[in-house]
């Protein structure tokens, strides 16, 4: 059975996705980066791709923000001997909501009507499961991208990252402009919104809808609808092309977790998830694991005898304390870590924790360096396995 540190390597020398997913605050975007960049240091036309709102990509590769288009890295000073090349990005909902609409619109007129919408422009970017949903059409849009032979997808904290699941459901359902039709119909009158009722009832729902919303609002909602009549196919096509690439062979899953009992937690229950939903799942990294520090004396032995003579007493004493409370402390997250083994049965790597954080490529090619043990992945093709 081939160890993890090689499954990963040979994922990213196969694969042209993969998707590194976690709870906040385990240093999943860390690990994409750094496995963006050994993929770029062994041959690959790589780009890492974050949809998490933080900047902590940026951060990570030491810029100081990133556009929601491939920028180029230099590889130069940090990974001189790199074969390949490597960009990154962050995700613009709104921009990918409108180049989605832009391509499905049947007429320019059409378009015009959605993008120039004022419901569409406050909440195109806010509605539930349009980041995720926008997402993954930027996955879709990239995986076609003769620029890149892999595109790693770094996620928002898990619960989120389960959202990219299930968002082109909720979002087509959203978007179903029937559900909506039969909400809106009393104000409906030859595919137009009219102001006119004829019930007490009617009148009393257009009072609330004035009071709470104004009565511009559901002018600008039916509009928005009647608009987006005849995109809803393509939609719901692009929906069905972005399950299909998240269950292809050629895609792969990548779980990041600490050695802390919540983030182990969640981590199996996406793990589960995935499973479930079928994806193609790849190995666990677990970050940020304490090393036991070599043995510890024996109790019995006085803390400082036997020491140098220039060595203070208190001060081994403390070193002593220190080494034990390290041990304790690894030997509570290894269990923590095999119960995490046990429940995925998948190939697990642990990473050591650092002195401080990654805030630049070099630290990411140090990072890769503790993933593979300085091995490049083997036989990077330098075209897409898709």
Not at 64 to 79: C, E, G, V
Not at 119 to 135: I, N
Not at 260 to 278: G, K, P, S, T
Request: with cysteine.
């Amino acid at each position: 059975m081939k160890g993890p540190a090689a499954v990963l390597a040979q994922a990213l020398a196969e694969r042209s996705i993969l998707v590194v997913c976690g709870a906040g605050g385990v240093g999943k975007t860390t690990a994409a980066a750094a496995l963006a960049v050994q993929a770029a240091v062994s041959g690959r036309r790589v780009l890492v791709c974050t949809i998490d709102p933080s900047r902590r990509l940026a951060t990570s590769l030491g810029l100081q923000k990133l556009p929601d288009r491939p920028r180029r890295l230099d590889l130069r000073t940090a990974a001189p001997g790199a074969a390949g090349e490597a960009w990154a990005m962050t995700l613009d909902t709104k921009r990918t909501f409108d180049a989605l609409v832009e391509r499905h619109a049947k007429s320019d007129e059409a378009r015009d009507r959605i993008l120039q919408n004022r419901f569409y422009q406050k909440v195109s970017a806010a509605l539930a499961g349009s980041h995720e949903y926008m997402a993954m059409e930027k996955l879709l849009e990239l995986s076609a991208d003769e620029r890149f032979d892999l595109v790693v997808l770094d996620t928002p904290p898990t619960r989120h990252a389960l959202d990219f699941l299930e968002a082109p459901g909720r979002l087509m359902g959203f978007l179903d402009t029937s559900v909506l039709r039969w909400f809106l119909k009393p104000y409906f009158v030859a595919g137009r919104l009219t102001l006119k009722v004829a019930t007490r009832t009617g009148a009393m729902a257009m009072k609330l809808v004035d009071k709470y919303l104004g009565l511009q609002f559901l002018q600008d909602l039916s509009e928005f609808f009647l608009a987006f009549e005849g995109m809803y196919d393509g939609f719901k096509e692009r929906a069905a092309a972005v399950h299909a690439l998240l269950r292809d062979p050629a895609t792969g899953f990548v779980l990041v977790a600490s050695p802390a009992r919540v983030a182990v937690d969640e981590a199996l229950y996406f793990h589960q998830r995935l499973r479930e939903a079928e994806m193609p799942f790849v190995a666990t990294i677990v970050n940020r694991v304490h090393g036991a520090g070599g043995t510890a004396p024996r109790r019995g032995r006085r803390a400082g005898k036997g020491a140098r003579a220039d060595v203070d007493a208190a001060l081994a004493r403390a070193l002593l304390e220190a080494h034990e409370d390290l041990s304790r402390l690894a030997r509570a997250e290894e269990k923590v870590i095999e119960r995490l083994e046990d429940q995925t049965d998948e190939p697990l790597l642990r990473l050591p924790e650092l002195e401080g954080d990654v805030h630049d490529l070099r630290g990411l090619v140090v990072v890769a360096d503790m993933m593979f043990g300085g091995a490049p992945a083997a036989n990077a093709p330098r075209r897409k396995a898709r």
